[in-house]
T-cell receptor, first 113, second 114 residues
Framework: NAGVTQTPKFQVLKTGQSMTLQCAQD?????MSWYRQDPGMGLRLIHY???????DQGEVPNGYNVSRSTTEDFPLRLLSAAPSQTSVYFC????????????FGPGTRLTVT | KNEVEQSPQNLTAQEGEFITINCSYS?????LHWLQQHPGGGIVSLFM???GKKKHGRLIATINIQEKHSSLHITASHPRDSAVYIC????????????????FGKGTHLIIQP
């Protein structure tokens, strides 16, 4: 099993550009989530999904969009990149929400100039 | 909302020392997570525990539900243990349940010197 995969590993964007961060898992997990990690802040929840077709906002959703058309994939879209979105992004999956073991992807380091 | 506090923020120790990292949280929870992140690396789940103690090799995690406190111990520490250790608790939507994702502590940066 590949576990949780994320692409790309690194990305540089200019302010105003849009892009999609890809996340996929092959463990048949219903629950998937996106976090961002910033120095001194800890990880913060952006969006999450409890199954195909169901998504909801987390702690810091502004500027991001998600969809979940399949159990395996949970892409994160940046609609109009801003320097404040410079961060490391982690995707995670599990059998359920926070009371189940979480499996994290390797992360995407995004820089917005 | 569950608040998670970790201490210390930074810890430097000599190889072989016994290490303790502490975590406290504000709202009663059903499980607490300990995670490890190496520099520039991904995040790995070490433990998920809801009561008592768990042990994996030289790592031991304990939790006291009544005191809302957990500790991560490393025995016979080694330079390869150098990493950021993060505790996390379910991010409760409302009292009585309904968690979505995790709330994370800010991490403890551990350096083990040879």
């Amino acid at each position: 099993n590949a576990g949780v995969t994320q692409t790309p590993k690194f990305q540089v964007l200019k302010t105003g550009q849009s892009m999609t961060l890809q996340c996929a898992q092959d463990m048949n997990h219903e629950y998937m989530s996106w976090y961002r990690q910033d120095p001194g802040m800890g990880l913060r929840l952006i969006h999450y999904s409890v199954g195909a077709g169901i998504t909801d906002q987390g702690e810091v959703p502004n500027g991001y969009n998600v969809s979940r058309s399949t159990t395996e994939d949970f892409p994160l879209r940046l609609l109009s990149a801003a320097p404040s979105q410079t961060s490391v992004y982690f995707c995670a999956s599990s059998y359920g929400e926070g009371r189940y073991e979480q499996y994290f992807g390797p992360g995407t380091r995004l820089t917005v100039t | 909302k569950n608040e998670v506090e970790q201490s210390p923020q930074n810890l430097t120790a000599q190889e072989g020392e016994f290490i303790t990292i502490n975590c406290s949280y504000s709202v009663g929870i059903s499980a607490l997570h300990w995670l490890q992140q190496h520099p520039g690396g991904g995040i790995v789940s070490l433990f998920m525990l809801s009561s008592g103690k768990k042990k994996h090799g030289r790592l031991i995690a304990t939790i006291n539900i009544q005191e809302k406190h957990s500790s991560l111990h490393i025995t016979a520490s080694h330079p390869r243990d150098s990493a950021v250790y993060i505790c996390a608790a379910p991010r409760l939507l409302y009292s009585g349940g309904g968690a979505d994702g995790l709330t994370f502590g800010k991490g403890t940066h551990l350096i083990i010197q040879p």
